[in-house]
Nanobody, 123 residues
Framework: QVQFVESGGGSVQPGGSLQLSCAAS????????IGWYRRAPGKEREAVAC??????YISYANAVKGRFTLSRAGNIVRLQMNNLKPEDTAVYYC??????????????????WGQGTAVTVSS
C-alpha cells in the first residue's frame, strides 16, 4: 500500500499561488501513476494532474491547464498552483496506482489515497 504525506494547503486570495507537496512511499512496482485530485464542496472528486511512469506523460484537467504544474523530485510530487480562482477551492488529494499504464480517466482507477489538504481561494 502506497502511503503519502501531503502538505501545502491553505487560504489565498484570487490570483495568488500555492504549492502542494506529496511525499509518497511504499511502491512495489517500477511502473505507477501518481497525481493530484480534488473534491470541491458539493461536487464529485475530479482529476487535477497526473503523471504516469509508463509513458512519462503528465495530464492536466482542462480547468487547470496553463495555471497548474505537476513536478516530481524523487519520491516527492509537487503541484504548483498559480492564478488561483475561487472555483479551485477544494480538498486536494494525492493518489497513486501501481502497475503499467496511463493515468486512469477516473479517480476510481487510483488505488491509494492521501488524507487530503484543503485549499481555499477567497477574497
Amino acid at each position: 500500500q502506497v502511503q503519502f504525506v501531503e502538505s501545502g494547503g491553505g487560504s489565498v486570495q484570487p490570483g495568488g499561488s500555492l504549492q502542494l507537496s506529496c511525499a509518497a512511499s511504499g511502491f512495489t512496482s517500477d511502473y505507477y501513476a501518481i497525481g493530484w485530485y480534488r473534491r470541491a464542496p458539493g461536487k464529485e472528486r475530479e482529476a487535477v494532474a497526473c503523471f504516469s511512469s509508463s509513458d512519462g506523460y503528465i495530464s492536466y484537467a482542462n480547468a487547470v491547464k496553463g495555471r497548474f504544474t505537476l513536478s516530481r523530485a524523487g519520491n516527492i510530487v509537487r503541484l504548483q498552483m498559480n492564478n488561483l480562482k475561487p472555483e479551485d477551492t477544494a480538498v486536494y488529494y494525492c493518489a497513486a496506482r501501481q502497475g503499467w499504464g496511463p493515468c486512469p480517466p477516473s479517480p476510481s482507477g487510483m488505488g491509494s489515497w492521501g488524507q487530503g489538504t484543503a485549499v481555499t481561494v477567497s477574497s
